[in-house]
């Protein structure tokens, strides 16, 4: 906020960039005085007061991926394989989403059809392993997460920007769990937003068994065009040059 203040004290050029279809304050409260303004998402109300274009959120190098498989370029049908799913809280990780995933993981037709990598979050990692099987696949915290994305055939997730961003760009269908506490509710939109576009199936916290999980896992297991319909739209969800053309648009003559 204090560089905003300065820019707008000695009239300097501001640029803003908003993460989320629901901004936060401090965007909300600066916009009027912004040059321009680069959103990640589609804002829920178009009424920004400045100039600005969606471009995505800036990927970091290491979770760019080399070429974006679809679905049906990753998962060969005729097998009849396990569906890879990675399950994801944030960076801290998510008790009721790991919660939800290991009472999954006790039913028996589940664990014929998927297979679940779990990023449990460091300080739940212990809590985890204990309530699930010995074979679960547990991860306490990943600095690459190229290598899970390349390896999941969908997410379960919740739906802060970056996370979306990522997995749309490595044309991952996705089952989204936001975060029912976060400000303005801005996940449960990030969510609907990649819900509308045909990317996701958003599930609501508040169903708090997996019952309504474990019914969306049974039709995309049945459903496989489904699946590869969901990796298609994600992936026209996806802003991979974000970084270059939000520079470009910041940074180019006007």
């Known amino acids: 906020m204090s560089s905003i203040l300065y820019g707008i004290f000695f009239r300097k050029k501001i640029y803003l960039c908003e993460q989320n279809t629901i901004p936060g304050n401090v965007n909300r409260l600066f916009f009027r005085f912004a040059s321009k ?3 990640s998402l589609p804002p829920k109300n178009s009424k920004i007061p400045c100039d600005y274009q969606v471009l995505g959120n800036p990927l970091r190098k ?7 498989l679809k679905f049906f370029e990753k998962y060969d049908t005729k097998k009849k394989k396990q569906f890879n799913v990675l399950v994801m809280g944030g960076s801290q990780g998510a008790r009721q989403i790991n919660n939800i995933v ?3 993981m006790s039913h028996e037709e589940i664990n014929k059809q998927f297979r679940f990598r779990v990023l449990t979050g460091s300080a739940l990692y212990e809590e985890v392993s204990k309530k699930s099987k010995k074979d679960a696949e547990l991860i ?6 190229k290598e899970h994305y390349e390896w999941a055939n969908f997410v379960i997730a919740r739906s802060g920007s970056g996370v ?3 997995c749309a760009a490595f044309a991952l269908p996705m089952i989204l769990i936001p975060y029912p506490y976060a400000k303005d509710d801005h996940q449960m939109a990030n969510a609907k937003y990649f819900e509308l576009n045909g990317a996701a199936i958003v599930v609501d916290q508040k169903d708090e068994d997996e019952s309504h999980l474990f019914r969306v896992l049974d039709q995309m297991a049945n459903d496989v065009n489904l699946l590869n319909d969901m990796s298609i739209s994600s992936l026209e969800c996806s802003h991979v040059d974000a970084s270059k053309d939000t520079a470009k648009y910041f940074f180019s003559l006007d």
């Open 102 to 104: 290991i009472a999954l």
């Open 62 to 68: 290491k979770t760019i991926p080399k070429m974006s």
């Open 164 to 166: 979306l961003s990522e």
């Open 37 to 39: 303004v680069a959103f």
């Open 140 to 145: 306490s915290y990943s600095d690459n997460m």
